[in-house]
């Protein structure tokens, strides 16, 4: 899942990942989608919600997204919640340093 618009960058690098996944033959087939929305939130929310469990999901991100964290949290911080999880892991890790810069900020 790439989290912009079809024409954008993350969708054009999960085109690209689909075809060399493909044509390696690592994969029969994959499925590229788009979702597009507040600089990658949108997708992420879905992502997390719909994929959460399933290792055959991949999501396509990076910097924007996590800037969008940063910068753009929910009315209620669920992006925090639903993206990191419990306090077991590096993503939780990941979380929990950008919750301490969205209060820092």
Same mark, same amino acid.
């Given at each position: 899942?790439?989290?912009? =618009?079809?024409?954008?960058?993350?969708?054009?690098?999960?085109? =690209?990942?689909?075809?060399?996944?493909?044509?390696?033959?690592?994969?029969?087939?994959?499925?590229?989608?788009?979702?597009?929305?507040?600089?990658?939130?949108?997708?992420?929310?879905?992502?997390?919600?719909?994929?959460?469990?399933?290792?055959?999901?991949?999501?396509?991100?990076?910097?924007?997204?996590?800037?969008?964290?940063?910068?753009?949290?929910?009315?209620?911080?669920?992006?925090?919640?639903?993206?990191?999880?419990?306090?077991?892991?590096?993503?939780?890790?990941?979380?929990?340093?950008?919750?301490?810069?969205?209060? =820092?900020?």
């Amino acid at each position: 899942m790439g989290p912009s =618009a079809p024409e954008a960058g993350f969708a054009t690098t999960a085109r =690209a990942i689909q075809e060399a996944m493909t044509s390696s033959g690592i994969v029969k087939d994959v499925e590229a989608y788009y979702v597009p929305g507040e600089g990658g939130l949108t997708g992420l929310a879905r992502f997390v919600k719909e994929a959460r469990g399933d290792g055959a999901q991949l999501m396509v991100t990076g910097y924007t997204t996590i800037g969008s964290v940063l910068t753009k949290p929910t009315d209620d911080g669920s992006v925090y919640r639903h993206c990191w999880g419990p306090p077991n892991g590096v993503n939780s890790q990941m979380g929990s340093a950008a919750a301490r810069a969205g209060r =820092a900020s």
